[in-house]
């Protein structure tokens, strides 16, 4: 299987910062990508697939780049909302398998 | 306006059985694989399993492989989760999600439905 690995597992950032996800697969999955935006209580929520290809809906803030082995989502103005735990996916391959995940939280 | 409503969790003993359903609208369910994504307490995401659009292909993750079956029912416009020899490390939400254009990423999830496995 296919280790996702994100970093870092938490980060406390203030309003209006701008923040930066790091997602490292095991071996090269091209573009084969997604992230997800998780609340508490609440199902995940999808931001970008492709790697970089934003979701209808999702603000222009949220922005994805990579291919091969090295992901990152950035924010570029963090948002009161946008505070939640964020999860890489890799779909290159069965099974498919999550980060553990990056809990962004208030500083 | 695209929906997915789980149902069917609640407690149960080691060993036994529960079938999860997962019914959706809003969309034309018979064109879209599906599939299950779980979450222990606290924990983070896992796949379970999917399904293609008319139920002839399904895969599932080794820790569930031979214990669970994907169905669905497309004239019910419904998807479900036979779980079969449950054990405590199967306790999580379980998520139906859809699969946009068959590409293995999942949009959008259930609200979710908990399992819990005890004695």
């Known amino acids: 299987a296919i280790r996702m690995t994100q970093s870092p597992s938490s980060l406390s950032a203030s309003t209006g910062d701008r923040v930066t996800i790091t997602c490292r697969a095991s071996?090269?999955?091209?573009?084969?990508l997604a992230w997800y935006q998780q609340k508490p209580g609440k199902a995940p929520k999808l931001l970008i697939y492709?790697?970089?290809t934003l979701q209808s809906g999702v603000p222009s803030r949220f922005s994805g780049s990579g291919s091969g082995t090295d992901f990152t989502l950035t924010i570029s103005c963090l948002q009161s909302e946008d505070f939640a735990t964020y999860y890489c996916q890799q779909y290159y391959s069965y099974p498919l398998t999550f980060g553990q995940g990056t809990k962004v939280e208030i500083k | 306006e695209v929906q997915l409503v789980e149902s069917g969790g609640g407690l149960v003993q080691p060993g036994g059985s529960l079938r999860l359903s997962c019914a959706a609208s809003?969309?034309?369910?018979?064109?879209?694989?599906m599939h299950w994504v779980r979450q222990a307490p606290g924990k983070g995401l896992v796949w379970v399993s999917r399904?293609?659009?008319?139920?002839?292909?399904?895969s599932y993750a080794d820790s569930v492989k031979g214990r669970f079956t994907i169905s669905r029912d497309n004239a019910k416009n419904t998807l479900y989760l036979q779980m079969n020899s449950l054990r405590a490390e199967d306790t999580a939400v379980y998520y139906c999600a859809r699969d946009p254009f068959g590409g293995n990423w999942f949009d959008p999830w259930g609200q979710g439905t908990l399992v819990t496995v005890s004695s």
């Open positions: 809003g969309f034309t369910f018979s064109s879209y694989w």
């Open positions: 399904i293609n659009s008319d139920g002839s292909s399904t």
């Open positions: 071996q090269g999955i091209s573009s084969y």
């Open positions: 492709a790697a970089s």
